[in-house]
């Protein structure tokens, strides 16, 4: 079945450093990703989405690519900021699946000053 | 605009009793409507979804149940509550499996 891995529970980074995420999935078909952000005590909010043309969506500084080959969607920013700490999710939705969308286990990001 | 509402803001209730919680979304019609559960410092884990009135699919047992009584309105209960119901209820819609939009969310101690 369709899966996504975060493989890293807590990351920790020094303001102003790159961020990157890890987000790899399974699917049968070929699915949307996301990324979504949730601060502490709020709901997710979406943060990207990939495109079916291959674009590279970006937003908040946060961009992430979408490659097949490898079966990744990581998440990148080329300097944190305090305020991106948070929980981030990566997700799977395909079409003929309709009405499951699979989150990962989540990251949660910890910027320091 | 589409809004997305849920009440309560937060519950506290005794182990043994009933609960209901509630989420209505307005501007949209028929969108896919969800629940998920988040346990403190845990993921978000999906506990059921509908995408037309009267039909609700269960992804996780967790001794509750779900009903969409109108195309708008999601309903999340339990006749028993469990300790392990505490957590975070997040509604959610989307149209067709694509962005997720979610609701400020319910949190429920039980104690």
């Known amino acids: 079945g369709d899966s996504v891995t975060q493989t890293e529970g807590l990351v920790t980074l020094t303001e102003g450093l790159p961020v990157m995420l890890n987000c790899t999935y399974q699917?049968?078909?070929?699915?949307?990703l996301f990324w979504y952000v949730q601060h502490l005590n709020e709901a997710p909010k979406l943060l990207l989405k990939?495109?079916?043309?291959?674009k590279r969506p970006e937003h908040q500084g946060f961009h992430a690519t979408l490659h097949k080959s490898s079966s990744s969607f990581h998440l990148q920013k080329s300097s944190a900021q305090l305020s991106d700490s948070a929980l981030y999710y990566c997700a799977l939705s395909d079409n003929y699946n309709q009405g499951k969308l699979i989150f990962g286990q989540g990251t949660k990001l910890s910027i320091k000053p | 605009a589409q809004t997305i509402h849920q009440w309560p803001v937060a519950e506290i209730k005794a182990v043994g009793s009933p609960l209901s919680l509630g989420c209505t979304i307005k501007?949209?019609?028929?969108?896919?409507l969800y629940w998920y559960w988040q346990a403190t410092g845990g993921t978000l884990q999906q506990l059921f979804y509908?995408?037309?009135?009267?039909?609700v699919e269960s992804v996780v047992q967790l001794n509750l149940s779900a009903s969409r009584p109108k195309d708008d309105q999601f309903i999340l209960s339990t006749e028993k509550l469990l300790l392990s119901h505490s957590g975070f209820y997040l509604c959610?819609?989307?149209?067709?499996?694509?962005?997720?939009?979610f609701g400020s969310g319910t949190r429920l101690t039980v104690l």
């Open positions: 990939s495109f079916t043309d291959n």
């Open positions: 699917s049968t078909y070929s699915p949307f």
């Open positions: 509908s995408i037309t009135v009267g039909q």
């Open positions: 959610a819609w989307s149209l067709g499996g694509e962005t997720l939009y």
């Open positions: 501007g949209k019609s028929s969108p896919n």
